[in-house]
């Protein structure tokens, strides 16, 4: 079983910049898809950005994409978002998953283990 658990989340001013860590406990993430999202307070959840085992990855183009990069380190087992021009509306919670399919989802329903989140504040 892996147990994504993120870090990194903090309160920054708008166009500021975070990057998220999402590092694996249990067994390692090498084949497995991994995907981040995000939750509003009175909103659904939010797909942002998935990366495959072999670098390949997908974004919520409307919202975050020429923004956010996701980037994966297997040797550190560990998966990144780097967020960049922040703006106040991507204050969320922003979960980390994995996926044992593998695929570039965005959909939430295919990943099969989720971190606790990590609160991302952006202050205007």
């Known amino acids: 079983q892996v147990q994504p658990v993120e870090s990194g989340g903090g309160l920054v001013q708008a166009g500021g910049s975070l990057r998220l860590s999402c590092a694996a406990a249990?067994?390692?993430?090498?084949?497995?898809?991994m995907g981040w999202f995000r939750q509003a307070p009175g909103k659904e959840r939010e797909f942002v950005a998935a990366i495959n085992w072999s670098g390949g990855s997908r974004y919520n183009t409307d919202s975050v994409k020429g923004r956010f990069t996701i980037s994966r380190d297997s040797a550190k087992n560990t998966v990144y978002l780097q967020m960049n021009s922040l703006k106040p509306e991507d204050t969320a919670v922003y979960f980390c998953?994995?996926?044992?399919?593998?695929?570039?989802?965005?959909?939430?329903?295919?990943?099969?283990?989720w971190g606790q989140g990590t609160q991302v504040t952006v202050s205007s």
């Open positions: 249990g067994r390692t993430f090498s084949s497995y898809g």
């Open positions: 998953a994995a996926s044992r399919r593998g695929r570039l989802s965005d959909d939430s329903y295919e990943y099969d283990y």
